[in-house]
């Protein structure tokens, strides 16, 4: 059974940092792409980086500079290291698995607030 459970959101001031992680279990996680995903109140789901079993990257416009994706294949847990964060970063973070065909697999979320 495939689990994604996320941890390390929280709350910061503007400009602080958090690193958020994804552990994983129930796939082969070095085969497949892990993604950042996030949803604020009354907005629709984002992505935010994405990065894939060989560990091309990439990211939103809004978090380039600012957020780095990584994963650990050993751990088979992907990371999200958020530096110069914003108000505007303020929502529900979802770690994702991206399998070909298959739908996309969510975590359960964890809550990032940032204040100004």
């Known amino acids: 059974q495939v689990q994604l459970v996320e941890s390390g959101g929280g709350s910061v001031q503007a400009g602080g940092s958090l690193r958020l992680s994804c552990a994983t279990s129930?796939?082969?996680?070095?085969?497949?792409?892990m993604g950042w995903y996030r949803q604020a109140p009354g907005k629709q789901r984002e992505l935010v980086a994405f990065?894939?079993?060989?560990?091309?990257?990439d990211y939103a416009d809004s978090v380039k500079g600012r957020f780095t994706i990584s994963r650990d294949n050993g751990k088979n847990t992907v990371y999200l290291q958020m530096n110069r964060l914003k108000p505007a970063d303020t929502a529900v973070y979802y770690c994702?698995?991206?399998?070909?065909?298959?739908?996309?697999?969510w975590g359960q979320g964890t809550q990032v607030t940032v204040s100004s």
């Open positions: 994702s698995l991206e399998r070909p065909v298959l739908p996309t697999i």
């Open positions: 129930g796939f082969t996680f070095g085969l497949y792409t």
């Open positions: 990065i894939s079993g060989g560990g091309i990257t």
